[in-house]
T-cell receptor, first 114, second 112 residues
Framework: GESVGLHLPTLSVQEGDNSIINCAYSNSASDYFIWYKQESGKGPQFIID?????DKRQGQRVTVLLNKTVKHLSLQIAATQPGDSAVYFCAENPVSGGYNKLIFGAGTRLAVHP | EPEVTQTPSHQVTQMGQEVILRCVPISNHLYFYWYRQILGQKVEFLVSFYNNEISEKSEIFDDQFSVERPDGSNFTLKIRSTKLEDSAMYFCASSEGSDEQFFGPGTRLTVL
């Protein structure tokens, strides 16, 4: 079956440190992956995406790494700030499931301490 | 910056009642979606909509659910006879193509 899951439900970091949030997926046919940030009471907010023909993509303070061999996705946040505190979800768009259907992982809560 | 909007922000209803959740997707987007998130759980796909028809739906999206694009701007989710387990946050999303989906702020549905 297809599923997307997260290794760590909660991650606590000090302000200024780098954060790494991990995600495992099981559908090897998935070709598109996204990281979303969700703050309390709000909808998921797009952070960064990556297609399966890439293994790394960088944005502003964020980097997504894709390891297709072990079906692993990670989000790296550099110099974590208090405003980064939120729940982070990985999501995949499984080709076999039809286009544009996002399957979300369980979420990791990132807590940034001053 | 254009954004997806949803109304109402909170809907309280009695079990068995019909509810309609409303969304205004981003104006140049062609693909529309509904997701739901039960409190403390992950976001779950309900349905995708393109070219005035459902392109895919999940097992959750049974005969009690329907979607409609009644005009050029609104996208609605109707639940015909609400159940207690329908209580959740309902998110609308839209995308220009088969890529980044933009989510609205959600409607919190409480079924009593």
């Amino acid at each position: 079956g297809e599923s997307v899951g997260l290794h760590l439900p909660t991650l606590s970091v000090q302000e200024g440190d780098n954060s790494i949030i991990n995600c495992a997926y099981s559908n090897s046919a998935s070709d598109y992956f996204i990281w979303y940030k969700q703050e309390s009471g709000k909808g998921p907010q797009f952070i960064i995406d990556i297609r399966s023909n890439m293994d790394k993509r960088q944005g502003q303070r964020v980097t997504v790494l894709l390891n297709k061999t072990v079906k692993h996705l990670s989000l790296q946040i550099a110099a974590t700030q208090p405003g980064d505190s939120a729940v982070y979800f990985c999501a995949e768009n499984p080709v076999s499931g039809g286009y544009n259907k996002l399957i979300f992982g369980a979420g990791t809560r990132l807590a940034v301490h001053p | 910056e254009p954004e997806v909007t949803q109304t109402p922000s909170h809907q309280v209803t009695q079990m068995g009642q019909e509810v309609i959740l409303r969304c205004v997707p981003i104006s140049n987007h062609l693909y529309f979606y509904w997701y739901r998130q039960i409190l403390g759980q992950k976001v779950e796909f309900l349905v995708s909509f393109y070219n005035n028809e459902i392109s895919e739906k999940s097992e959750i999206f049974d005969d009690q659910f329907s979607v409609e694009r009644p005009d050029g701007s609104n996208f609605t989710l109707k639940i015909r006879s609400t159940k207690l387990e329908d209580s959740a946050m309902y998110f609308c999303a839209s995308s220009e193509g088969s890529d980044e989906q933009f989510f609205g702020p959600g409607t919190r549905l409480t079924v009593l």
